[in-house]
């Protein structure tokens, strides 16, 4: 959820560089931002060393920081709140008391209450409400103890200059402590130092020559170097101008081989071009994906394949959009080659993981692959012996080196926090897989060759005017309600979850069939009923579902392949058989994109959403 970027070299636009690299990170969505940087004056011909804070809530925006700001060595974070308001005192960086040492954090630090008042007692003053400080203040504990250890075994009266490794000894003594699932990064002013420790959140590592990088994310690194290092848990980096080393956390022994990844793909972020929104350009971005994946699926794909055929109980596993895209598997799987394929949240299969085997294989999907509580699941999976496969949008994610098999949706960089096109991909690459299963993959291709011109019907300026003047009557109620049968029950509760989402309107999807079990009860006059009718065997039954609603005054939208009179209003979809959920989910995307500016709303970046969620 939170960013965070790290310089240390040769250059002396660091605070430039880390601001540059929280930009990057940008999409993953954000209420604050901070950097720490070393900052040298001179007073009385002296050189004065310190950590200056620049903390802002909001945006980053355009800010642009003096030029004369010069320093070699910098942290910066974007922040989601977690522990504490939406405060300037609140955001990271946190400083120690003495000022000299700066940490910026990912994730929560679960003990963090007995811990600080155990650092209070010692005479700490804490300002602000966050768990993170807690970390900052630990350091500062272990290293003056640590300090004062080593001037005693010396029999030393003046005070010894610190090479790092005392200060790297009291980031991991602290970091030791720390319960719950964490990622910190931080500075040491006296060594000149940034020390990185790992459990859970991610961190990358980058090696360029007479500087290094640190980050959250692979793709704010790849301007810099092409030199990678992905940290795993329980290991603990020191990073100065011209060093990476790494130790483990545990018992503090140093990692003699560390093998940097060299990056060869390139994570290009594209911009919003001509379109206005990034989730607009990228609703426009996936006839050309679901092409691309047609002509040149992943190599991955017919070993998968395989895989399913001879395990002994396969599940899908993924959190958000991509749970949806899981359920969604479960009825193409079934329809198309005939076989149950178990499915999870990710937060939930944590809980059911008794029942695998060294048969089984677990499919997880993520479009980043760092979503914390599906790698959580993995992780229980694998000690069970099971084969776990990815279908992921992120090269070397955490999820992707976890994995024993890939699928990479290729789909692109996703920069609004609102999933759009690696949900169509996903579905794409099910539809593909499960026809491969029973040896007719042709027929799926032509099946999503003709989504391709259904999708591109949906994205014409008619089309797109139908739905806005649509929206206009949604945005009048507070709620909606969308019904669907078979594989478009997953498409209606992925589309409620798109309005929700981007507009912060309440829409539930559900199982047409569950009308009569408590929901019809929430329908009276003009309420906002949407309704998937494809050309399947679902049609007359969803149908009845519609004509339920319309009995108790509801305002019926249908969105399928032929007009009825109990539409009040009609979206029409071609019929692309099992393909139709790819259409059928763009209309979603867009009802909820274009409600969103009725409504004022950024979608791009909506809030108390990130796009990665690294914490859980």
């Known amino acids: 959820m939170c960013g965070i970027f790290g310089y240390i070299g040769k250059k002396n636009n660091a605070v430039n560089i880390v601001l540059d690299g929280l930009k990057t990170l940008e999409y993953r969505g954000y209420d604050s931002w901070g950097i720490a940087f070393t900052f040298i004056e001179y007073k009385a011909k002296k050189e004065i060393k310190s950590i200056k804070i620049i903390k802002k809530t909001g945006k980053i925006g355009g800010v642009v920081l003096s030029e004369k700001v010069r320093s070699n060595f910098a942290l910066g974070h974007t922040r989601w709140a977690t522990h504490g308001g939406v405060t300037k005192i609140n955001a990271h960086p946190h400083l120690d008391c003495s000022n000299k040492i700066a940490l910026i954090h990912n994730g929560i630090i679960e003990n963090y209450d007995e811990i600080k008042n155990e650092l209070i007692s010692n005479g700490h003053n804490f300002r602000s409400e966050t768990d993170t400080e807690v970390a900052v203040h630990l350091i500062e504990e272990n290293y003056n103890k640590l300090k004062k250890q080593k001037i005693k075994n010396k029999k030393q009266k003046v005070r010894l200059r610190d090479d790092g490794s005392t200060f790297l000894e009291a980031v991991r003594l602290a970091f030791k402590r720390f319960a719950g699932l964490n990622a910190i990064i931080v500075m040491d002013l006296d060594s000149r130092s940034i020390v990185a420790a790992k459990n859970g959140s991610p961190l990358v590592l980058g090696k360029g020559k007479d500087e290094n990088y640190l980050a959250s994310d692979s793709h704010a690194l790849q301007r810099h170097t092409r030199d990678l290092y992905y940290m795993e848990d329980e290991e603990i980096a020191i990073v100065k101008r011209n060093k990476i080393e790494i130790y483990d956390v545990k018992d503090g022994n140093k990692k003699n081989k560390v093998n940097f990844h060299r990056l060869t793909c390139s994570y290009k972020l594209d911009g919003k071009g001509s379109f206005s929104h990034h989730m607009l350009k990228e609703i426009y971005d996936q006839p050309k994906i679901i092409n691309q994946i047609i002509r040149n699926p992943d190599k991955s794909l017919q070993k998968i394949v395989q895989l399913i055929k001879k395990s002994y109980g396969t599940y899908l596993v993924g959190c958000g959009t991509a749970a949806y895209a899981c359920l969604e598997g479960t009825y193409i799987f079934s329809k198309i080659a005939k076989r149950h394929i178990n499915y999870s949240v990710g937060s939930e299969f944590g809980y059911l993981v008794n029942y695998l085997t060294n048969k089984s294989l677990v499919l997880a999907l993520s479009q980043s692959g760092e979503t914390i509580d599906v790698i959580e699941a993995i992780k229980k999976a694998k000690t069970k012996g099971a084969t776990i496969g990815a279908m992921v949008n992120v090269y070397g994610s955490t999820l992707c080196r976890l994995s024993d098999h890939q699928i990479y949706l290729h789909a692109g960089t996703e920069q609004a926090v609102v999933s759009t096109k690696a949900f169509t991909a996903k579905l794409a690459y099910l539809i593909l897989i499960s026809f491969s299963i029973i ?71 559900f199982a047409a069939g569950e009308l009569k079990h408590g929901v019809i009860a929430l329908i009276e006059k003009g309420t906002p009923c949407i309704a998937f009718l494809p050309n399947d065997e679902t049609y007359g039954a969803s149908l009845a579902g519609a004509m339920e609603m319309k009995a108790r005054g509801g305002y019926i939208v249908g969105i399928s392949y032929k007009p009825h009179e109990v539409f009040d209003c009609y979206l029409p979809i071609r019929d692309c058989g099992i393909a139709t959920i790819i259409p059928s989910a763009v209309v979603g995307q867009l009802l909820g994109f274009l409600l969103a500016l009725e409504r004022g709303i950024n979608p791009d970046m909506p809030r108390n959403l990130a796009k990665s969620v690294t914490v859980k």
């Open 439 to 509: 040896d007719k993959k042709d027929e799926g291709i032509n099946l999503l060759s003709k989504s391709i011109i259904s999708v591109n019907d949906i994205l014409n300026d008619e089309y797109i005017k139908k739905i806005s003047k649509l929206v206009k009557y949604l945005n009048r109620y507070n709620n909606i309600y969308i019904i669907g049968r078979g594989l478009s029950y997953p498409i209606a509760l992925e589309s409620a979850l798109k309005i929700k989402e981007a507009s912060y309107i309440h829409a539930e999807g």
